[in-house]
């Protein structure tokens, strides 16, 4: 049974540049959230998708969207890259087929560095 | 009041010793107290979780303790071992909210030393 899965594991940009992230979320579950890990840092939330519409969002900026397939797999953009935005970028999936607070559970997510 | 406060940020235990980590929220509405397990180059793997109508949830060697009335919980490692050197977080997330989306503390390094 596979679990989440992220790719790239890796990425090097440059300020200005866009990049794409993606997501396959672990099997039977239906809900994708996006979170971003700083170095030393706990996860913070960016945002979650279900039944490919964005459900809820953190406190990031518009530079950041997603996106959901119909076979639940999931893309993060991120525009107009900031030295500040090199951090791990980690999926979580959930099974949310009408009750909340299932666990989620992690990829391996993408180490993206700004140059 | 949506923070989710942790400590020590970091912990090292002899091998067999028993590890404590904790961490404190302000929001009522939390209602699901997840902790996870990380390892360098690795996502956050879920460890036991707790909702707050039980006060202690045991699986192996962790356990976690929930005191409602302080808004605390804490992760006990009994036995530590070498292989559960990693960073640990609590989070917390609300039924009620439009999501589940989780609320990180800021993290425990755990050393086990042999």
């Known amino acids: 049974d596979a679990g989440v899965t992220q790719s790239p594991t890796h990425l090097i940009k440059t300020r200005g540049q866009q990049v794409t992230l993606r997501c396959s979320p672990k099997?039977?579950?239906?809900?994708v959230s996006w979170y971003q890990q700083a170095l030393g840092q706990g996860p913070q939330f960016i945002f979650q998708?279900?039944?490919?519409?964005?459900?809820q969002r953190g406190n990031f900026p518009d530079r950041f969207s997603g996106h959901q397939f119909p076979n639940y797999s999931s893309e993060l953009n991120v525009n107009a890259l900031l030295l500040g935005d090199s951090a791990l970028y980690l999926c979580?999936?959930?099974?949310?087929?009408?009750?909340?607070?299932?666990?989620?559970?992690f990829g391996d997510g993408t180490r993206l560095s700004i140059l | 009041q949506q923070q989710v406060k942790q400590s020590p940020q970091s912990l090292i235990v002899q091998k067999g010793g028993i590890s404590i980590i904790n961490c404190a929220y302000e929001n009522t509405a939390f209602d699901y107290f997840p902790w996870y397990q990380q390892f360098p180059g690795k996502g956050p793997a879920l460890l036991i979780a707790?909702?707050?109508?039980?006060s202690e949830k045991k699986e192996g060697r962790f356990t976690i303790s929930f005191n409602k009335s302080a808004k605390q919980f804490s992760l006990h490692i009994m036995d530590s071992q070498p292989g559960d050197s990693a960073t640990y977080f609590c989070?917390?997330?609300?039924?009620?909210?439009?999501?589940?989306?989780?609320?990180f503390g800021t993290g425990t390094l755990l050393a086990v030393q042999p």
């Open positions: 989070a917390a997330s609300r039924r009620g909210g439009a999501t589940n989306k989780l609320i």
């Open positions: 979580a999936s959930s099974s949310n087929r009408g009750v909340l607070n299932q666990p989620q559970h």
């Open positions: 099997s039977g579950h239906d809900t």
């Open positions: 707790i909702r707050p109508d039980v």
């Open positions: 998708y279900y039944e490919e519409e964005e459900r």
